[in-house]
């Protein structure tokens, strides 16, 4: 949990809320079209629990806030291109909703989907 103090108390924000601005600025890039967990046994478990942070791993350790992110990218569009955007947007959303730096994003491609051509 990020923690910080103010005169008047202090302001701690939960890692879960940090992986929910995380989803939605990932979402809302450019080639992304889903999120997916770093293995099979995350995938399952969310069908059945719907955690609307999946795919997103946060971890903090009293200094630095890193970010993993497991996302598929549209077929077609440049992998590299989407990756960087994909850093770059959920770093300034974070780091603009808390006021604390990310230290790092990283960003696993986990696959590729191909829309449909109708």
Do not use: C, F, W
């Not at 939605?24 to 999120?35: D, I, K, N």
């Amino acid at each position: 949990m990020t923690e910080e103090t103010t005169p008047i108390g202090s302001i701690n924000v939960s890692p879960q809320a940090i992986a929910t601005i995380t989803y939605r600025a990932a979402m809302e890039s450019y080639g992304v079209v889903g999120l997916t967990s770093k293995n099979l046994v995350h995938s399952v478990s969310n069908i059945i629990t719907k955690d609307p942070t999946h795919g997103v791993e946060v971890r903090y350790d009293g200094q630095n806030i890193n970010i993993d992110l497991y996302i598929v990218v549209e077929y077609g569009t440049r992998i590299k291109s989407v990756a960087n955007s994909v850093a770059n947007t959920v770093r300034y959303h974070v780091e603009k909703a808390i006021g604390m730096p990310v230290n790092e994003v990283n960003i696993h491609v986990q696959g590729l989907r191909i829309s449909s051509l109708d």
